[in-house]
């Protein structure tokens, strides 16, 4: 069912509309090398195998990062020049998943796509900002592939069972069948062809001809999630779980927990993200959030999956629905800056260090007053270096327990101050 026209190609009309850089490629009239990023399934592979029989004076080459070097690179461009001299034939060349080229690689393409020697189509499912070479990537126009919709499957289902080269009208799709397809594909052209062949194969293997929901059961057991450990799904999703988390929406904030842990992603990793959120957008707003998240982080380490799951979610929602507050963060960055544009100052003599021989000819530790020896344990003293006296740091928000500390800090700030 690969598609053989651009009008077959299901899904991306946002970079096959007329006059658009990958459909005038596609007709043999563009004259930019691209790079074609996107998930699985969204038609990469299909979009370059169209551009070997667009144009009459091009002649397509197929590199995979998988099974290719330098020489291999090196022995195309060779090739490349002698058939533009000889032929007046331009090489396409494609290469798929680009980002496993190594740095050294990706620079062997640099001449050849600058002086056009090649017209260059690359295939990434990782984001190119991290996986190519900044010269490279400047050399390319970036197209970017979406997931198919819902009514593009669905499309691309119903061809598949009718038309000849697929199924040829051997079995039908009830509608719930076709629905749990849909969903089960999530997006991915692939799988949902593999999806419909499967529970075709097992419908006919019995006689049937009617594609209904158990059979898609029988055929697929669950979907598989879009997630890859080391790429950018990996930083997407536990982007988006952290902003689910400080937005206070727990519902998103457990999509995207069980995104991560149906992917196999590390529980451990996850339980770090947690302990660090408790204190960066929790805090004192609810003191308890931290200990749950720590605790949430000695169970993975204790007992592991599956069993962590829930005390991962039991954290998750618990700073999901804490009140909010990034004090705890705002306050140590702007101590810090301080400190590295050198406000630093001397410690004053009182609260130095006594406990030594010479240290009161110093004048370390004279004057220091015990708080406990005051009835209400504060008491007025000079405690930051003499040019940050009077500087303020943490700023309690109005919300949860940090509406009482508020108070109590400017208290507090009074009475040390001598306000």
Do not use: W
């Amino acid at each position: 069912m690969r598609p053989r026209t651009i009008d077959e190609i299901a899904g991306q009309a946002h970079l096959l509309r007329p006059g658009a850089p990958l459909r005038r490629l596609l007709e043999g009239a563009g004259a930019a090398s691209v790079l074609l990023y996107g998930p699985p399934g969204t038609g990469k592979t299909t979009i370059a195998r169209l551009l070997a029989t667009a144009g009459s004076t091009r002649q397509f080459v197929a590199l995979s990062a998988l099974s290719s070097g330098v020489k291999e690179v090196r022995d195309v461009m060779v090739e490349a020049r002698r058939r533009l001299d000889r032929q007046h034939r331009q090489t396409v060349l494609f290469i798929d998943e680009v980002h496993r080229f190594s740095k050294t690689q990706q620079d062997a393409l640099l001449g050849a796509v600058e002086d056009r020697l090649v017209l260059l189509v690359a295939a990434t499912t990782e984001n190119p900002s991290f996986s190519v070479v900044t010269p490279l990537l400047s050399r390319l126009l970036v197209l970017q592939l979406r997931s198919l919709d819902d009514t593009d499957v669905r499309d691309l289902l119903r061809r598949a069972a009718a038309d000849p080269r697929g199924l040829g009208g051997a079995v039908t799709l009830s509608a719930e069948a076709e629905a749990a397809l849909v969903r089960l594909a999530a997006g991915d052209a692939r799988n949902a062809l593999t999806a419909l062949e499967a529970a075709a194969d097992g419908v006919l293997a019995t006689g049937g001809t009617e594609i209904d929901v158990p059979a898609v059961e029988r055929a697929v057991a669950e979907t598989t999630v879009r997630y890859d450990r080391q790429g950018d799904q990996h930083y997407d999703v536990i982007s988006a779980f952290i902003k689910s988390i400080r937005g206070s929406d727990p519902d998103a904030a457990l999509h995207y927990l069980a995104r991560m842990l149906v992917a196999g992603e590390d529980p451990r990793f996850v339980a770090r993200r947690l302990v660090v959120h408790a204190s960066e957008d929790v805090g004192l707003a609810d003191p308890t959030a931290l200990h749950t998240a720590v605790a949430a982080a000695q169970a993975v380490q204790l007992i592991g999956m599956p069993e962590a799951r829930l005390a991962l979610t039991q954290a998750t929602l618990h700073l999901a629905m804490a009140p909010k507050s990034n004090a705890v963060i705002e306050s140590i960055d702007a101590a810090m800056s301080d400190v590295r544009r050198g406000a630093v100052g001397d410690v004053p003599a009182h609260l130095r260090y006594g406990r030594y021989k010479g240290a009161a000819e110093l004048g370390n530790a004279i004057g220091y007053r015990y708080p406990h020896k005051a009835p209400d344990g504060v008491l007025e003293q000079q405690y930051p270096p003499d040019g940050l006296v009077g500087k303020n740091y943490y700023h309690p928000s109005r919300h949860g327990g940090e509406r009482t500390l508020r108070d109590r800090l400017a208290d507090l700030r009074r009475v040390i101050r001598g306000g």
